[in-house]
């Protein structure tokens, strides 16, 4: 009786452990092409416009960029900033970051093939006149045709990433 109750309890503890209260579950999110957005400029379009040191390029950001401007996973030469190219590995993380910014949204984007919605990806960067949601860093985007850094986001949204636009959005 008593190793039995013993044998309970231990497996009630060890249920009760498995996870923290309020914990969210993982969810699985559809995401735009990881290799578009590493080697078609949209990581490089982001790093530009949003990732130095006073914007999304420091740890306590939601929405957290790694660029030879800010952020970066591994110090320099003599333990000073590493000023190099953004790695590979820290573009990677980047794409996580973007994609799990909003991952209920960014599912509802991917149904709808790439519409961009309510997705704070989108809205964080607009004026709110056109849309967009207050953002710190003030509008970085407008949402228009004639904007490189909208088409390049909304293109790789819609998995057909449009380098020349990146790269234009890039300055």
């Known amino acids: ?6 044998l309970a309890l231990g497996s009630a503890l060890a249920f009760a452990c498995a996870a923290s209260p309020g914990a969210t579950p993982p ?22 416009r949003c990732g130095a040191i006073d914007c999304h390029g420091q740890v306590g ?5 790694y660029s030879a401007n800010g952020l970066r996973r591994d110090v320099g030469d003599g333990g000073g900033r590493d000023t190099s190219a953004t790695t590979r590995a820290e573009r990677v993380d980047n794409w996580r970051s973007v994609v799990g910014l ?7 984007s991917q149904a709808a093939n790439g ?24 509008p ?28 234009d959005a890039t300055f």
């Open 1 to 6: 009786m008593l190793l039995t109750f013993g």
């Open 27 to 48: 969810v699985d999110i559809d995401a735009p092409p990881q290799d578009q957005f590493i080697d078609k400029g949209v990581s490089g379009f982001l790093e530009a």
């Open 61 to 65: 950001r939601p929405l957290r960029l």
């Open 102 to 108: 909003d991952p209920e949204e960014m599912n509802k």
């Open 115 to 138: 519409d961009p919605g309510d997705l704070m990806l989108m809205k964080k960067p607009l004026d709110i006149e056109f849309g967009g949601v207050r953002h710190k860093g003030g």
């Open 140 to 167: 970085v985007l407008r949402a228009s045709p004639s904007d490189p850094g909208w088409l390049c986001l909304l293109s790789w949204l819609a998995r057909d990433t449009n380098q020349a636009a990146c790269t």
